[in-house]
């Protein structure tokens, strides 16, 4: 199996167990049309009347010594830090530094892989979430995650991708709570008022930021604590990355969030905490340097971390 084959069906695989379970600095983008303009301020505003409703319901993630492997391999070694509660902390570096890997043993998604193990600690509000008798699944109910590609459930309408997460968890409602779920996760995710009227069409009969965006309601309709953010935007176009961005701004308020990005421009921007990774001569990730993202890219306490930054390498 090729290695873009093996890829491939990990991410399936990833997927697959998954569904069981900006602040505001940025400007329109300069080729929206008026009524593009106002309708983007009805959804910020609807966006920030759901977040304070739950405003400051984040916790701390703690990770103490994270190991993880491929079988044999060595991914990532001794990793350790504190993804703080109601603030973005980016994850940064070159391709094949542990990253995802790292994301993934947050939620333990990375255990679902044939092969797989974790050692070390994830701690949520103190309790270790690869503790003796921790349900695997009710962990990815508290931390959601959202995958570099679109994912929505192709043969199910955009109402019902929603509350995929409620259905499979058990979590029975009536119909009328259900539709407040809906309605309250999509404002979440600013995607109810270009929703609203095709909420029984097929969620991949939206575009890709629509789609991502449906996503990020389907995790959050589910109240997680932490939302985990595989490269959002790889896929998208700049205007739909631009709507994400703006989103995650708004999202902290409410949840803790994690984002793996490649775009030093985009952690610059919504992050308030930055890692740096970087695999060595052993073939395993490490962490390089964590701190506050000014601090990280301005006076990096590292050469490699300034040297990846300044794009001498990665």
């Given at each position: 199996?090729?290695?873009?084959?093996?890829?491939g069906?990990?991410?399936?695989?990833?997927?697959?167990?998954?569904?069981?379970?900006?602040?505001?600095?940025?400007?329109?983008p300069?080729?929206?049309?008026?009524?593009?303009?106002?309708?983007?301020a009805?959804?910020?505003?609807?966006?920030?009347e759901?977040?304070?409703?739950?405003?400051?319901?984040g916790?701390?993630?703690v990770?103490?010594?994270?190991?993880?492997?491929?079988?044999?391999?060595?991914?990532?070694?001794?990793?350790?830090?504190?993804?703080?509660?109601?603030?973005?902390?980016?994850?940064?570096?070159?391709?094949?530094?542990?990253k995802?890997?790292?994301?993934?043993?947050?939620?333990?998604?990375?255990?679902?892989?044939?092969?797989?193990?974790?050692?070390?600690?994830?701690?949520i509000?103190?309790?270790?979430?690869?503790?003796?008798?921790v349900?695997?699944?009710?962990?990815?109910?508290?931390?959601?995650?959202?995958f570099?590609?679109?994912?929505?459930?192709?043969?199910?309408?955009?109402y019902?991708?929603?509350?995929?997460?409620?259905?499979?968890?058990?979590?029975?409602?009536r119909?009328?709570?259900?539709?407040?779920?809906?309605?309250?996760s999509l404002?979440?995710?600013?995607?109810?008022n270009?929703?609203?009227?095709?909420?029984?069409?097929?969620?991949a009969?939206?575009?890709?930021?629509?789609?991502?965006?449906?996503?990020?309601?389907?995790?959050?309709?589910?109240?997680?604590?932490?939302?985990?953010?595989?490269?959002?935007?790889?896929?998208?176009?700049?205007?739909?990355?631009?709507?994400?961005?703006?989103?995650?701004?708004?999202?902290?308020?409410?949840?803790?969030?994690?984002?793996?990005?490649?775009?030093?421009?985009?952690?610059?921007?919504?992050?308030?905490?930055?890692?740096?990774?970087?695999?060595?001569?052993?073939?395993y990730?490490?962490?390089?340097?964590?701190?506050?993202?000014?601090q990280i890219?301005?006076?990096?306490?590292?050469?490699?971390?300034?040297?990846?930054?300044?794009?001498?390498?990665?």
């Amino acid at each position: 199996m090729s290695t873009s084959e093996r890829r491939g069906r990990e991410t399936a695989t990833i997927e697959t167990a998954q569904t069981g379970i900006a602040d505001g600095r940025g400007m329109a983008p300069a080729s929206a049309s008026p009524a593009e303009m106002a309708q983007a301020a009805q959804e910020k505003a609807q966006v920030r009347e759901v977040i304070e409703q739950k405003a400051g319901g984040g916790v701390s993630l703690v990770a103490e010594g994270v190991n993880a492997w491929y079988g044999s391999t060595h991914a990532i070694k001794d990793v350790s830090m504190t993804f703080r509660a109601n603030e973005v902390t980016a994850l940064i570096g070159p391709s094949g530094c542990g990253k995802s890997t790292f994301l993934r043993c947050l939620n333990r998604m990375h255990e679902v892989l044939a092969g797989a193990r974790v050692e070390g600690k994830i701690l949520i509000d103190g309790q270790d979430i690869y503790g003796k008798g921790v349900d695997s699944v009710r962990v990815r109910r508290h931390i959601g995650m959202v995958f570099q590609k679109p994912n929505p459930f192709p043969m199910m309408s955009i109402y019902d991708n929603v509350i995929a997460g409620l259905k499979l968890n058990g979590i029975r409602k009536r119909k009328s709570e259900m539709d407040e779920t809906v309605e309250h996760s999509l404002r979440g995710a600013a995607l109810w008022n270009e929703v609203k009227d095709k909420l029984k069409e097929s969620g991949a009969s939206l575009s890709g930021g629509q789609q991502q965006r449906l996503c990020i309601a389907r995790t959050i309709a589910v109240e997680p604590e932490v939302v985990l953010m595989d490269e959002p935007c790889s896929a998208l176009d700049p205007i739909s990355t631009y709507k994400i961005e703006e989103l995650i701004g708004e999202l902290k308020q409410k949840y803790t969030i994690a984002i793996v990005t490649h775009n030093m421009q985009q952690a610059s921007r919504v992050a308030d905490w930055t890692s740096f990774m970087l695999a060595g001569d052993a073939g395993y990730g490490q962490l390089v340097e964590y701190g506050r993202t000014e601090q990280i890219f301005t006076q990096p306490q590292d050469k490699r971390t300034e040297d990846y930054i300044t794009g001498r390498f990665g």
